[in-house]
């Protein structure tokens, strides 16, 4: 059976939010305004490193700039991106998943596995990017024809940048520079592109594009159009991310939650979705290797600082939380 796309739902014009997408009350943006006056720090890719560790200690998430990637690149990336989602749909099905098959990479929608059965209102696609040996270029867009150069392009500046902010974390930490990318796997670490299409919403204040959830990777690096939607808990509530031009938004994931004994957080966010507009992000995740075991690094611990997370492979992590498990 072929899902349906939430991009055919809004070229149908529909006045009213199919039920399945409506979020029970509590979720509701209608109902759960943002906060304003409170913004995601900004951090500039310098060498000062105390602004990201605070940024991830306070926050777990913050705003990049200075890292070096051009204004060009970005224009390119988000032009391709763009580009595959405005293909016709049959054209766009050969690349469609199956979750229940084993098949992730692909384009998709999500299929509901919360317990009220609600959906998101997105479309998204998503592949592999890094190391070259879990890369299957066959499920990458082959149009537009500069998807992959691009794509790659764009992977390599990914790497150097998480790998700038690693070593600014793992010196927060009082570790030395390399520790965490080490302790995620080296050149091993894998890099995962999702590309997220919210396209145009009836009722924008009964949906949500994605709901409450922290990532599973180490470290997620988005790069959003001009659309704002994000929202992030503080303290309790949730604050509004500011689209700043040319920043990149950089998250703390499960995995660094996990390593640094609870030191960065892992944060907890969602996306909202607008009425007239079209709201896309580029996601980029670095994810330990499936084997490779993540605790607690134990040159944090001591007696005033027990383990506050099991150590266990990324692989048993994911199966958990994607099967809500305990961890
Ligand atoms: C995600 C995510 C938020 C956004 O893809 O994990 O949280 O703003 N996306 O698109
Ligand atoms: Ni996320």
Redesign the pocket.
Known sequence: MVAERVQGLALAGLDKLPPQFIRPLNERPENSKALTGLHVPTVSFSPDCKQAAKGSEEWGIFQLTDHGISPELFRRLKEAGEGFFSLPQEYKEQYANDFAGGVFEGYGTKLAKNPDQKLEW?D?FFHFMWPTSRVNYDKWPKSPLNYREVTEEYGEEMKRVAEGVLEALSVGLGLEAGALKEALGGEEMSLEM?I?L?PPCPQPELAL??EA?T?MSAL?I?L?NQVP??QVIKDGSWVS?DYVPDAL?V?VGDQIEVLSNGRYKSVL???LVSKDET???W?V?FVPPPDKIIGPLPHLLNETNPPLFSTKTFKDFQHRKINKLSQ
Do not use: C, E, Q, W
């Open positions: 997105i998204y999702k997220n919210y594009g994605v959830h990532d997620t988005l959003p939607g994000l991310v938004v998250h966010h969602r996306s709201r896309m992000s996601a995740f």
